[in-house]
């Protein structure tokens, strides 16, 4: 009599194997696939903080003050008013966009930023960013003495995704929202007490 052969197709032989092969497979693919997420915006505005541009939103607000009759007429205590909120809806805009850019891996991305951000070279490139945006905003600022091998972890960072892809939705044209002046207008009104026409940056 001849043994009874099964196979690693068909172990029990009713087919029963290879169907238990093709879930554990298809869950092992699942799985990988779930783990891909984008990044939150809180997750962007740590490290925009530690690039020293948490002032972003602020400085930008500068320029509606250059357009605006109503933010130019408001004095001191108006203007400050105005410039923070109008300061926290840029910085929430900006980081929307540029979670926006790092893409749907971009939760893993960001896991790359924190990692080199605690390295002595991602902390040189921390003060350094800082002391640029500390000069741009018109206070004195020193840059960090950054060694040669830490310069060539920036430089080596610099070039990744992850660095490439956060730079570029600090630019990337996705423009304001439809309903930028309408936000900005109430919290005016909620937060400062000024009356602001939104048409005045449409």
């Known amino acids: 009599?001849?043994?009874?052969?099964?196979?690693?197709?068909?172990?029990?032989?009713?087919?029963?194997?290879?169907?238990?092969?093709?879930?554990?497979?298809?869950?092992?693919?699942?799985?990988?696939?779930?783990?891909?997420?984008?990044?939150?915006?809180?997750?962007?505005?740590?490290?925009?903080?530690?690039?020293?541009?948490?002032?972003?939103?602020?400085?930008?607000?500068?320029?509606?003050?250059?357009?605006?009759?109503?933010?130019?007429?408001?004095?001191?205590?108006?203007?400050?008013?105005?410039?923070?909120?109008?300061?926290?809806?840029?910085?929430?805009?900006?980081?929307?966009?540029?979670?926006?850019?790092?893409?749907?891996?971009?939760a893993v991305l960001v896991g790359e930023w924190k990692q080199f951000m605690a390295t002595p070279a991602g902390a040189d490139m921390g003060r350094t960013f800082q002391a640029s945006a500390a000069a741009q905003q018109g206070m004195a600022s020193e840059g960090p003495e950054v060694s040669e091998a830490n310069k060539v972890e920036i430089a080596r960072f610099m070039a990744t995704p992850a660095f490439q892809r956060f730079i570029d939705g600090l630019g990337a044209d996705g423009g304001m929202p439809e309903n930028i002046g309408q936000t900005m207008s109430a919290a005016l009104k909620r937060e400062c007490g000024i009356d602001f026409d939104a048409e005045q940056i449409s």
């Open 1 to 106: 009599r001849r043994p009874v052969v099964r196979s690693f197709r068909d172990p029990d032989g009713r087919g029963q194997g290879l169907m238990r092969v093709t879930a554990l497979l298809a869950g092992l693919l699942l799985a990988g696939t779930a783990s891909a997420q984008p990044a939150t915006p809180a997750e962007v505005a740590v490290i925009m903080h530690q690039l020293g541009m948490h002032g972003l939103g602020k400085s930008s607000a500068e320029v509606l003050f250059g357009i605006s009759p109503t933010l130019k007429a408001l004095d001191q205590g108006g203007r400050d008013c105005a410039s923070s909120q109008i300061g926290k809806l840029l910085d929430a805009h900006f980081q929307q966009q540029i979670a926006g850019n790092l893409g749907e891996d971009g």
